[in-house]
């Protein structure tokens, strides 16, 4: 995954108003914390940011006033009505330490003819490297027959990257159409009567 680059400056106002007027600045009130160090209040400009939250487990390269950072975006706080984002919380990270994140599941091939799938679980939890986080992981239903279920377990991961999830876990299943299957019981059950009334 790319690096976003983004400018940033420190807070030196607290508090709802503080909040409010960098909102209305076009900025987004932010923390960025981890690694033991004291948590670090900025601002974060605000188009750019949306952009870059919008991308799953961005990686972000913050310079904050001069001062260079690596994070990625830990929640993210939006307006109960609005869609604006009122504050973010950012994780410190390094190169090639690992970190625990989701990420989302991505189905890819055609199960067997008549056939659908269901996605059980849309995100894996697992471990990779902060600054090679996969965009998504890719599950192969090529082929599969109605009944059969995908494990967390057996699914192929990228290199490098260890799953924290219950291998147990069914992440997406394969059964027949059940709108198909009514409605083949309702064609049997209207065609009786018929049947009966013809054989009196």
Known sequence: MAEIKLAAEARTEFGKGAARR??????????????????????????????AVRQT???????VDGEQHL????????????VEIEHIDLLLV?????????????????SAPG?????????LSVEADATNIPDSIEVSIEGREPGDHILAGDIELPEG????T??????VAISEPRGEE????????????ASDASAE
Not at 115 to 123: A, D, K, L
Not at 161 to 164: D, F, P, T
Request: net charge negative; aromatic share 4%.
């Open 22 to 51: 960098a909102r209305r600045a076009g900025k987004i009130p932010a923390v960025l914390y981890g690694h033991g160090a004291d948590p670090l209040h900025i601002n974060l400009p605000g188009h750019e940011t949306m952009l």
């Open 57 to 63: 487990n961005a990686l972000i390269g913050l310079d």
């Open 71 to 82: 994070a990625v975006v830990k929640d993210v706080q939006r307006h109960p009505v609005r």
């Open 94 to 110: 390094t190169k090639g330490e690992k970190i625990a994140v989701d990420v989302t599941v991505y189905v890819v091939g055609e």
């Open 115 to 123: 056939s659908i799938h269901f996605v059980e679980e849309q995100t």
């Open 161 to 164: 990257v260890e799953l924290l």
């Open 166 to 171: 219950d291998a147990s876990y069914a992440v």
């Open 182 to 193: 009514s409605a083949d019981e309702e064609s049997a059950e209207s065609a009786s009567p």
